[in-house]
């Protein structure tokens, strides 16, 4: 099975830094991937698929890039809203994902 | 946009069957897509539970399959999971998901509690 090892498990930020969140399959998934925002209380939000198309409605700071093995997800400048759990996710074979970063601002 | 919505009894007795059932916007499942159940256990991250399609059949998480069926309802629109034997480990929230174009979509999640 395609193991998803996600880096760093917290990071405190401050508002207009740019944050950085990596993302490891144990094996090539070439671009099936996907970025999700997660609030308490709240399902997963999808922010990128297919390593880096953004999904409709998300704000333009939100990027994600990579393939094969190693993907980013970039925010290129924090806002307060962004504070909340960031998980990626393959679906090259069946669903597997990262252990999640959350995200806190300073 | 396909819609998922989760449906079942949110509170269970130890040992018993957890039955969920999710409703797909119309005409979304069809015999190649893939439809995904996804758990959230308090405090944790995201669990791959398994997956069913109408023309391959289903597939499960090793440490599950000897606990779950899921089946899918192509005439209602519908696909659903059984979890039988339960513990309080299985207290989570559980989503139903789906990958029927480019990009994965999502109910809202089902909490389910397993108390006495």
């Known amino acids: 099975d395609i193991q998803m090892t996600q880096s760093p498990s917290t990071l405190s930020a401050s508002v207009g830094d740019r944050v950085t969140i990596t993302c490891r399959a144990s094996q090539s998934i070439n671009v099936a991937l996907a970025w999700y925002q997660q609030k308490p209380g709240k399902a997963p939000k999808v922010l990128i698929y297919k390593a880096s198309r953004l999904e409709s409605g998300v704000p333009s700071r939100f990027s994600g890039s990579g393939s094969g093995t190693e993907f980013t997800l970039t925010i290129s400048s924090l806002q307060p809203d962004d504070s909340a759990t960031y998980y990626c996710q393959q679906y090259q074979h069946y669903w597997a994902f990262g252990q999640g970063t959350k995200v806190e601002i300073k | 946009q396909v819609q998922l919505q989760e449906s079942g009894p949110g509170l269970l007795k130890p040992s018993g069957t957890l039955s969920l059932t999710c409703d797909v916007s119309a005409n979304y499942i069809s015999n190649d897509n893939w439809w995904t159940w996804v758990r959230q256990r308090p405090g944790k991250g995201l669990e791959w539970i398994g997956e069913i399609s109408h023309n391959w059949g289903a597939s499960y998480d090793p440490s599950l399959r000897n606990r779950v069926t899921m089946s899918l309802d192509k005439s209602n629109n519908e696909f659903s999971l059984k979890l039988i034997s339960v513990t309080a480990a299985d207290t989570a929230v559980y989503y139903c998901?789906?990958?029927?174009?480019?990009?994965?979509?999502w109910g809202q999640g089902i909490l389910v509690t397993v108390s006495s």
């Open positions: 998901a789906g990958r029927p174009g480019d990009a994965p979509r």
